[in-house]
């Protein structure tokens, strides 16, 4: 089953996919433009990139969403804004690092009212993607 976006947080998406189309910085967001898993297109949504122990980490707060499962399908994707992008290897991580992970983007992201509401009455890992960046040569 798909955990997508509540109809408000898909709305309010709009707001930073274009300000990051436009290559203005918004702190950690940059947009994921991974590949369709059925269509093969290129899809794009905003993301906060976690930057933990040299590293390079995306969480889904809500689960399985398109993008988790595209990333999935595909393990590759970019990432960037404006004409600025970077290819990347996304490779999900399902071992002990997944709680020190989630613990820092909860710490770093948990101010955002709704990043907070996602993890508000669940248990600290549970259905929360974990996808480590690496650079794809």
């Known amino acids: 089953m798909t955990a997508d976006l ?23 967001l940059v947009l994921l433009r991974t590949r369709g898993r059925r269509s093969g297109l290129p ?3 905003p993301v906060a990139l976690l930057k933990l ?17 595209n990333a999935r399908a ?7 804004r404006g004409r600025r992008f970077r290819r990347v290897r ?3 991580i399902d071992d002990e690092r997944v709680e020190p992970i989630l613990a820092a983007y909860r710490r770093k ?3 955002v009212p709704f990043v907070r509401d996602a993890f508000e ?5 549970g259905d929360r993607p974990v996808f480590l960046l690496e650079p794809d040569s």
């Open 6 to 28: 509540p109809p408000r947080l898909a709305r309010m998406n709009r707001v930073p996919s274009r300000m990051l189309a436009w290559g203005l910085p918004m702190g950690p």
């Open 43 to 45: 899809r794009t949504t």
């Open 53 to 69: 122990d040299g590293r390079q980490w995306l969480v889904s707060p809500f689960g399985e969403t398109h993008w988790v499962h």
């Open 74 to 80: 595909d393990g590759r994707a970019e990432v960037g």
């Open 90 to 92: 996304l490779t999900e």
């Open 109 to 111: 992201f948990g101010i």
């Open 121 to 125: 009455g669940r248990p600290p890992t």
